[in-house]
């Protein structure tokens, strides 16, 4: 199996959703791989901040929507696949972090 050329088509793609407040959800989406999101971290109050605070070590994107935050704290587990629900909120997260990477051509290539 050619690796190399394997490992240019796949994008892990790591961010987190919080509330401020207390919460944080750590996500991984990889393009080309596993096309549904996957919580890697999760917590509330102080290991909401440990995971903020890691995400901001490794330039991940941090995005505030408490309501979602609560949402995949309270319904998705730690490394299980988000649900259908969520879809629509996080694609719209994906698509303004490869927006801003200046990354969007790699998504013209998803099979539809």
């Known amino acids: ?12 793609t790591n961010f987190v959703v919080r509330d401020p407040e207390r919460l944080a959800v750590a996500l991984q989406y990889t393009l080309g791989c596993n096309m549904t999101p996957v919580v890697t ?7 909401a901040e440990q995971i903020a605070e890691e ?9 505030d929507d408490p309501a979602l935050a609560q949402s995949l704290y309270e319904t998705v587990g730690l490394n299980e696949k988000i649900p259908k629900q969520f879809y629509k909120d996080i694609v719209q997260i994906v698509y303004l972090i490869y927006k801003k990477n200046n990354e969007l051509h790699l998504l013209e290539k998803i099979p539809r």
């Open 41 to 47: 971290a999760k917590g509330a109050d102080s290991l």
């Open 1 to 12: 199996m050619d690796y190399q050329r394997l490992a240019t088509k796949i994008k892990v």
């Open 55 to 63: 995400a901001e070590r490794l330039k991940w994107e941090i995005t």
